[in-house]
Nanobody, 124 residues
Framework: QVQLVESGGGLVQPGGSLRLSCAAS????????MDWYRQAPGKQRELVAT???????NYTDSVKGRFTISRDNAKNTVFLQMNSLKPEDTALYSC??????????????????WGQGTQVTVSS
């Protein structure tokens, strides 16, 4: 089983910045895609940013030019640098990581893990 631990959320004023981190641990063999999602109260969960194992990135239109996703493969960690934050960015941010891991029977299996979420609130 692969666990994800997120950090970095908080309260920030409009125009401010935050950096989210999501570290994966467990018997990981390889990590493929790492994503950041967010869900605001009363809204559906939204895919914010994606980074592949090759470093290719993709963003939802509303955060392009303001958010940057990156990863540290040696530490199995994905980051989300959020600049020029707006009140509409307020949400619970969660990471999702897919890859392969060693199972309890020492076989390779696929995993699809979610973090517990970290709250980002943008308000003056």
């Amino acid at each position: 089983q692969v666990q994800l631990v997120e950090s970095g959320g908080g309260l920030v004023q409009p125009g401010g910045s935050l950096r989210l981190s999501c570290a994966a641990s467990g018997r990981i063999f390889s990590i493929n895609v790492m994503d950041w999602y967010r869900q605001a109260p009363g809204k559906q969960r939204e895919l914010v940013a994606t980074i592949t194992s090759g470093g290719r990135t993709n963003y939802t239109d509303s955060v392009k030019g303001r958010f940057t996703i990156s990863r540290d493969n040696a530490k199995n960690t994905v980051f989300l640098q959020m600049n020029s934050l707006k009140p509409e960015d307020t949400a619970l941010y969660s990471c999702n990581v897919k890859g392969s891991h060693w199972t309890s029977t020492f076989r390779l299996g696929e995993f699809n893990s979610w973090g517990q979420g970290t709250q980002v609130t943008v308000s003056s």
